[in-house]
Structure formats: C-alpha cells, structure tokens
C-alpha cells in the first residue's frame, strides 16, 4: 500500500515554509521603491584600485559614487580585482525575487565554471533590461586566484583589512580604468571577502531607521489621536455627572412630575366646573322672568345651557322677556308652540344659554 506523507508546514493547499522568504522578497521590493530607497543607509568604502590609487565610494543599493574628500569617513575596505582574472558572462533572466535570481545564477556558474566547485567564486549584479527582464553580469574565477590578488595588494602596501576583517573584493566594469576617475560605477563584488560586515551593518542602519521611522508614525498617530481621546474622555465624564446629578435630584423630579400632573388634573375639573350653571341663581332669574299666568313643568341644565319647558298665555312675549334679561342669550323655541282646541294657553319649549361669568359655579362674588 501506498504511504502518503502530509506536511506540516501546508495550510489549505499554502505552504508556509516559503512565506518567510516572500516576506523578504516583498520587503526588498518595497525598499527599493523610490519612496523608500532613503531608508537602507549607505556605507563609505574605501577602494584600492590596481593603480595603487585608494578613492572613497559611497555605495548604496548597489550603486557607488565618488566622494573624493570622504576618506576619513570610510569604515570597510575593498581591493580591486583585474578583469583579466575573471571570466566574464552575460545572462538575461526574468524579474525574480533576489533569491530566485541567486539560485538561477548559482545553477549558471555551476554549468560554465572550468575550476572545481570548492574553489569557484562567483558575484554578479542585475540592471534592469525590457519590462519583465533584468540582464545579469556574471564574473567567476578560483578562489586561488582572489587569494593571489589580495597577497600582490599587501605586498604593495595595500591594506588588508581593519581589525583581521578581509576586504571586500570588487570588479568594476568594462572601461572604468581607462576614462580616468569615473564618479558612478556599479561593481561586481565577489561573495565571501568582507561584504557579510557591510551588508550586516547596512542592514542594523536600516532597522534602526524603519524602527525611528515607525516611533515617528505612531507619535504622529497618538498626537492625532490625542485629542479625540480627551474630548471623549470629557464626554464621557460629563455623561457621568449628568448621571449623577439625575439619581440625585429624581425623587424632586418625581415630586415635580406628580404637581403637574395635579395641576392639570385642577385644570382640567376647573374647566369643566366652570361650565356648569349655579342652580339658585337661574332659579332665582326663571322665577322673577317667568309671569304669573305662566308656569314651568320641568327645568332641564346641560352645562351652560337651560331647557325649560312649560305653559304660557303668549309665548313669543315669553321669549322676548327672558332675552332681555341680563346674562342671558340665545333664547329660542328648538320646536313652535303648540295651543291644543280646548286649552287656553300653550305649550313650550324653550333653550336659552347663560353666561357662566354670572350665573356660574365659579362666578367671582357668587354663591354656589
């Protein structure tokens, strides 16, 4: 039976073995962004060239530029490795990831090299060629041979490093030796003479500036946080004083809420009382208005109005008399009188509305 293997290191059909190396291709892609080319420090190099000269480079990004009064500032040191000792190749290669392109570069060098794989040393750099393309410079030589070179510069008085450190060995480009003092060069630095001390302090300079550049940022961050943060603590401490002064003072409001609420409950009876018609002064008015020939057989009040209704000799005299009276109004017959054959006075109905100022339950100086 078949065994199958499972990887630990996939995670739905992703292996995360690679992620640290994409991690660092995205990184060294981003830092190469104009915007960010600022951050990778440079390093001062000292370079003794084959003529004996010794000039200060400024190298960055791969890229060296003279700085002829910057010798004293040089901190790493690189000897200059003759053409005519390396063999040269040219590559074109699509645009990989730096690792992917070292890796097509080894595999190169290790089909076209004449010496024994213990002894070649190779270095190459990459320019930018058509879009998707890079051309890739390769030199390649033996190991003996560096070590030839580096012992001929210490005989002639070439340094041969600071502190037991190795120089770094460079090969610089076609023709650079012959168009005078170049003040731009890209060189090919050969791996495992040096450069690990460069490349390890450019790297420390470049945490350090991404660290400060990130301090700055959130700095920046909290000052344009900050005030947000107090306004909402202010809100909020505010909120909690309101709170506060609300547990406080709501058995007032409470007791204030009733009061209202009896007074409009005073207001609401004041006004229907107010409608309503104090008998004994209507009684009274009726009594004197209302002829002797005349009687009432029921007396009916519905709120400010009174509905009377009775027997009376001449009606429409009747109605004239009442309408005259003070605090009466709109006294009317709602049905005609009615005189039957054989009676001698007639029959009547008879509304009229009071004024409740006068003959009210809460008139000002009356009875009730």
């Known amino acids: 039976m078949a065994s199958s293997e499972i990887s630990h290191t996939r995670l739905f059909g992703l292996d995360l073995a690679k992620w640290p190396g994409q991690w660092r291709a995205a990184a060294a892609l981003a830092l190469n962004w104009p915007a960010f080319r600022a951050l990778t420090p440079p390093a001062w190099v000292a370079l ?27 901190r790493f040191q690189a000897v200059e490795l003759a053409r005519d000792e390396v063999l040269e190749r040219t590559l074109s290669l699509p645009a990989l990831a730096a690792a992917d392109l070292a890796e097509a570069v080894r595999l190169e060098v290790e089909a076209a090299t004449p010496f024994p794989p213990g002894q070649t040393v190779a270095g190459h750099r990459v320019e930018a060629a058509a879009p998707g393309q890079v051309r890739v410079d390769v030199a390649l030589t033996s190991r003996q041979r560096i070590e030839n070179a580096l012992l001929r510069h210490r005989q002639s008085g070439g340094a041969a490093g600071n502190a037991g450190h190795p120089p770094e060995v460079w090969v610089l480009p076609p023709g650079s030796a012959n168009r005078g003092e170049p003040s731009h060069l890209r060189p090919i630095v050969m791996p ?97 208005a209302v002829p002797d020939s005349a009687w009432l057989n029921s007396l009916r009040v519905e709120g400010g109005k009174v509905i009377a209704s009775g027997y009376a000799d001449d009606t429409a005299a009747l109605l004239q008399r009442l309408g005259a009276q003070p605090g009466v109004k709109s006294v009317r017959l709602p049905t005609p009188a009615v005189r039957h054959n054989s009676a001698t006075k007639e029959s009547f109905t008879i509304e009229m509305e009071f004024d409740p100022a006068r003959y009210g339950l809460t008139r000002k100086g009356g009875e009730s």
């Open 192 to 288: 495992g003479y040096g450069e690990d001390r460069r490349t390890k302090a450019v790297s420390q300079g470049l945490r350090g500036r991404v660290l400060l550049l990130a301090a700055v940022l959130l700095l920046g961050l909290a000052l344009a946080v900050t005030p947000m943060l107090l306004q909402r603590a202010r809100a909020l401490q505010a909120q909690r004083a309101f709170d506060a002064l609300n547990a406080q003072v709501a058995p007032q409001l409470k007791q204030r809420e009733a009061l209202h609420q009896q007074e409009a409950r005073l207001q609401s009876l004041q006004g229907l009382i107010g409608q309503q018609l104090a008998l004994v002064p209507v009684l009274g008015l009726l009594t004197q």
């Open 48 to 74: 003794r060239q084959l003529d004996g000269r010794v000039s200060t480079w400024r190298l960055s990004h791969g890229e060296a530029s003279l700085a002829p009064d910057a010798k004293a500032t040089a």
